[in-house]
């Protein structure tokens, strides 16, 4: 079985309870926001069974544990800081028909599902213990990882880095994980996009493309994206300065 699990929280720095900001076409109510993008997304994933909103038990992540159940994800809570303890967690609640994980954030609005499925299937097609696509814009690749693997993390690895970021430990050891890598391709005005959701300027660009072009809008439809940037290629330079942590 499949599991996706969302890690997510509402305890930003930069833009504080930025999961659970609205953004334009959703389904009405609790989908028009940035987490019900994420998990409306992910459902579309043809390959994934399950899918978990993976979120902390501090009483400001009450709000967002609501949305979760309210959107039909399962939710589990765990330390704020231990993501990968987290992500176990969420393994042990989706019980032991799970094989593999595609791990995704709430803050990630623009995932593409066709992406995630190709992921997956080359995941299964190569027998890895871990996968990242490439090539799309930042913010939308995919991680898949092998249960086993995923567990052997977490009793191994003991750096905070490889706690709180999930797979830092599998790409830091090739001697111990089959790691792959699928290369994906689209337009390049599009894969020099940054999407995924820190700053303010990150969510006024995601608005933007939201409402332009509707709530299932992809990187490849020519009539879609590319053409989106063909008209407008400022777009690009609205959060590009950004700085990724």
């Given amino acids: 079985m499949v599991v996706a699990i969302i890690q997510a929280r509402l305890g930003s720095s930069r833009l504080p309870g930025k999961s659970a900001l ?4 959703g389904a009405a109510g609790d989908a028009a926001t940035l987490l019900g993008h994420v998990v409306g997304r992910t459902h579309r994933a043809t390959t994934v069974e399950q899918v978990i909103v993976a979120t902390t038990t ?6 967002l544990a609501a949305l979760a159940g309210r959107l039909g994800a399962a939710v589990v809570r765990g330390d704020e800081h231990d993501v990968l303890a987290r992500f176990v967690q969420a ?3 989706a019980g032991p028909a799970a094989t593999t994980v595609v791990r995704l954030t709430a803050d990630n609005p623009a995932l593409d599902p066709a992406f ?3 992921a997956v299937v080359h995941q299964q097609r190569t027998g890895a213990d871990y996968t990242l696509t490439t090539g799309l814009p930042l913010g939308t690749n995919v991680e898949v990882i092998a249960v086993e693997a995923l567990r052997r993390a ?3 690895a003991s750096q905070l880095v490889e706690r709180e970021h999930v797979t830092p430990y599998l790409r830091r050891h090739p001697d111990l994980f089959r790691l792959e890598t699928l290369a994906l391709s689209v337009p390049p005005a599009v894969a ?3 999407l995924t959701v820190d700053y303010p300027s990150d969510y006024a660009l995601l608005s933007l493309l939201f409402e332009e072009l509707g709530a299932d809008f992809s990187f490849t439809d020519p009539a879609g994206l590319p053409a989106l940037l063909t008209r407008y290629p400022w ?3 609205v959060n590009a300065d950004n700085e990724q942590r």
Avoid: T
């Fill in 235 to 237: 777009l690009g330079a």
């Fill in 154 to 156: 977490h009793r191994e």
């Fill in 192 to 194: 020099a996009l940054r």
């Fill in 58 to 63: 501090q009483v400001a992540d009450d709000e």
């Fill in 22 to 25: 609205p953004l334009p076409l």
């Fill in 91 to 93: 393994l042990d609640a």
């Fill in 116 to 118: 995630v499925d190709a």
